[in-house]
């Protein structure tokens, strides 16, 4: 943890400004909104990765505080459960590291926090943080079934002979009651590590940055026993009822992180091979396309797992990796 300076107090502060003013860009710009609550997490990662925890600490006190202030202490609370405080979290644990040494390593190096442990960490902090929000606002299946019901009422507007029978009707109000936690979960984890990856790049590149670069394709996978919360979720989503939204929330959330695993591991796997580039332009458009091809992908992380933990030398030498 670096030490606290005039400068990383100001930083804490500006990054709090910037990251509600993009929040509250957010609430008034319907058509980006997600993308641009999860640009609020930018900032703050930005602060912690660069200038410390205290920073970091800073920026989300003073980021609440405005959003407080300029819209209410709800909206407020929202943001620094679900964007704020996981993003202060992650830079925390980005900037872990102790001597190697302590795990079997080479003397004169230090040992950073393996990026598997916090994509596990990321996908449980989305979790905690929409199972807070879902009961500060009240989300359960018969507020899935109103949605339900509004779509319907829009499309017979529309279209006047539009009639779907009540069977369909209630069918489709059970299955969306599971998908909306699923998507938003996994949607969110995917938009938190994509601004935790900018931050990285932008904190290193300016030289401030303590945790040396990652080779993403070798590095980021799931710890092994995240395995078994992706199984707890999926066997809780055929409980019914608040159970079962949880389960589909954590299906989402930490099958996102598996996921991103399998894409890491294709990119891994296809490495140095002439073939390299169409397959994997073929992979993605078929995954954005037709959604389905996303559980080749998921298998594909859930048999790779694995933790590689970023070595430091202490002394003049380059940057390696070390697996566990």
Same mark, same amino acid.
């Given at each position: 943890m670096k030490t606290l300076t005039p400068t990383s107090i100001a930083t804490g502060l500006i990054a709090g400004v910037t990251a509600?003013?993009?929040?509250?860009?957010? !609430?008034?710009?319907?058509?980006?909104?997600?993308?641009?609550?999860?640009?609020?997490?930018?900032?703050?990662?930005? $602060?912690? #990765? *660069?200038?410390?925890?205290?920073?970091?600490?800073?920026? /989300? =006190?003073? *980021?609440?505080?405005?959003?407080?202030?300029?819209?209410?202490?709800?909206?407020?609370?929202?943001?620094?459960?679900?964007?704020?405080?996981?993003?202060?979290?992650?830079? !925390?644990?980005? !900037?872990?590291a102790r001597p190697a040494s302590e795990l079997g390593g080479p003397d004169n190096a230090l040992a950073w926090y393996p990026l598997s442990n916090i994509l596990v960490h990321l996908a449980l902090m989305v979790t905690l943080g929409m199972i807070a929000v879902g009961a500060i606002v009240g989300y359960d299946s018969a507020m899935a079934s109103q949605l339900v019901d509004i779509v319907?009422?829009?499309?017979?507007?529309?279209?006047?002979?539009?009639?779907?029978?009540?069977?369909?009707?209630?069918? #489709?109000?059970? /299955? %969306?009651?599971?998908?909306?936690?699923? /998507?938003?979960?996994?949607?969110?984890? %995917?938009?938190?590590?994509? $601004?935790?990856? =900018?931050?990285?790049?932008? /904190?290193? =590149?300016?030289?401030?940055?303590?945790?040396?670069?990652?080779?993403?394709?070798?590095? #980021?996978?799931?710890?092994? !026993?995240?395995?078994?919360?992706?199984?707890?979720?999926?066997?809780?989503?055929?409980?019914? *009822?608040?159970?079962?939204i949880i389960g589909a929330l954590v299906c989402g959330t930490f099958g996102a992180g598996f996921v991103l695993a399998g894409f890491a591991s294709l990119h891994f796997r296809t490495r140095g091979k002439s073939w390299r580039l169409p397959v994997l332009w073929l992979v993605y458009l078929s995954v954005l396309l037709f959604t389905i091809p996303v559980f080749v992908i998921l298998i594909l992380g859930l048999m790779d797992t694995r933790r590689t933990i970023a070595l430091t030398p202490t002394g003049p030498a380059e940057n390696k990796n070390q697996n566990t």
């Open positions: 509600a003013l993009l929040s509250l860009s957010a !609430n008034a710009q319907s058509t980006f909104a997600i993308v641009l609550y999860a640009a609020s997490a930018l900032p703050i990662l930005i $602060a912690g #990765l *660069g200038w410390g925890n205290a920073s970091a600490f800073i920026a /989300v =006190v003073a *980021g609440g505080a405005i959003a407080s202030a300029m819209v209410s202490s709800y909206f407020a609370l929202l943001i620094v459960i679900i964007t704020l405080i996981p993003a202060g979290w992650l830079s !925390n644990l980005a !900037n872990l319907i009422q829009t499309l017979k507007a529309q279209e006047p002979l539009y009639n779907p029978d009540a069977a369909a009707i209630a069918q #489709l109000k059970t /299955v %969306f009651a599971l998908a909306l936690p699923l /998507v938003q979960g996994a949607l969110w984890v %995917f938009l938190l590590f994509a $601004a935790y990856y =900018v931050a990285s790049f932008i /904190v290193r =590149v300016s030289g401030k940055g303590l945790r040396p670069r990652e080779d993403m394709p070798s590095t #980021l996978r799931m710890h092994r !026993n995240a395995i078994f919360f992706f199984l707890a979720g999926l066997l809780a989503a055929f409980l019914g *009822g608040v159970p079962a």
